[in-house]
């Protein structure tokens, strides 16, 4: 296993529960809450974050905006709009690539050492799970191998059936091609 592997760690929790530097949300274009893991999320951090999150103007799908983290035991939160799964010939692919490269990219700006992704765009926006997955991985790599992001980056899987498609992909080891 080459060192690149080290950074990424894949878990099974609720991401609300994780003590790293920046969780990821998986939000909307309001940025003021909805249901699955922005719910969650918004509900574990309390009502201050809403009021953050009316101040930001909204987020362009694909883009990533940093709030504070207020009750929860990480820093900071990443919001970031995945894309809505509308049979794969909408730029999905493009935009979901986008979300985590736009949010590797706030947390190495903001000298991030540990950021934790939920499994974006799988829930209620239907992305298909194992091309997400490949996607994020193919992502991450790119951040890990160029030095764009020197952190530590947790996979959270809110369902076995998601970290069992990372564990796999990994095992596989198509993603590290240096
Ligand atoms: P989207 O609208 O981007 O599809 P969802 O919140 O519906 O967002 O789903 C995204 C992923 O988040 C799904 O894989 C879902 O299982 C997962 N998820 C839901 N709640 C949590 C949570 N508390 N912690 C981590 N992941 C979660």
């Given at each position: 296993?080459?060192?690149?592997?080290?950074?990424?760690?894949?878990?099974?929790?609720?991401?609300?529960?994780?003590?790293?530097?920046?969780?990821?949300?998986?939000?909307?274009?309001?940025?003021?809450?909805?249901?699955?893991?922005?719910?969650?999320?918004?509900?574990?951090?309390?009502?201050?974050?809403?009021?953050?999150?009316?101040?930001?103007?909204?987020?362009?799908?694909?883009?990533?905006?940093?709030?504070?983290?207020?009750?929860?035991?990480?820093?900071?939160?990443?919001?970031?709009?995945?894309?809505?799964?509308?049979?794969?010939?909408?730029?999905?692919a493009q935009?979901l690539a986008s979300?985590y490269d736009?949010?590797?990219?706030?947390?190495?700006?903001?000298?991030?050492?540990?950021?934790?992704?939920?499994?974006?765009?799988?829930?209620?926006?239907?992305?298909?799970?194992?091309?997400?997955?490949?996607i994020?991985?193919?992502t991450?790599?790119?951040?890990?191998?160029?030095?764009?992001?020197?952190?530590?980056?947790?996979?959270?899987?809110?369902?076995?059936?998601?970290?069992?498609?990372?564990?796999?992909?990994?095992?596989?080891?198509?993603?590290?091609?240096?």
């Amino acid at each position: 296993m080459k060192d690149t592997y080290k950074q990424i760690q894949v878990v099974l929790d609720d991401i609300t529960r994780l003590n790293v530097d920046a969780i990821v949300n998986a939000a909307n274009n309001s940025l003021l809450g909805g249901g699955g893991v922005d719910g969650a999320i918004h509900r574990a951090a309390g009502k201050e974050l809403l009021e953050e999150c009316r101040t930001l103007g909204g987020c362009a799908t694909g883009e990533s905006k940093m709030t504070k983290a207020y009750k929860l035991p990480c820093k900071k939160i990443i919001h970031t709009v995945g894309p809505i799964w509308k049979g794969g010939d909408q730029r999905e692919a493009q935009l979901l690539a986008s979300c985590y490269d736009t949010a590797l990219k706030l947390a190495e700006e903001n000298q991030l050492t540990s950021i934790a992704f939920p499994c974006i765009s799988t829930g209620v926006y239907h992305y298909p799970r194992k091309e997400a997955a490949k996607i994020a991985l193919e992502t991450i790599f790119k951040h890990i191998r160029n030095g764009a992001y020197k952190g530590d980056i947790l996979l959270c899987c809110f369902l076995p059936e998601d970290a069992q498609i990372y564990e796999q992909l990994l095992k596989e080891h198509l993603y590290d091609k240096s």
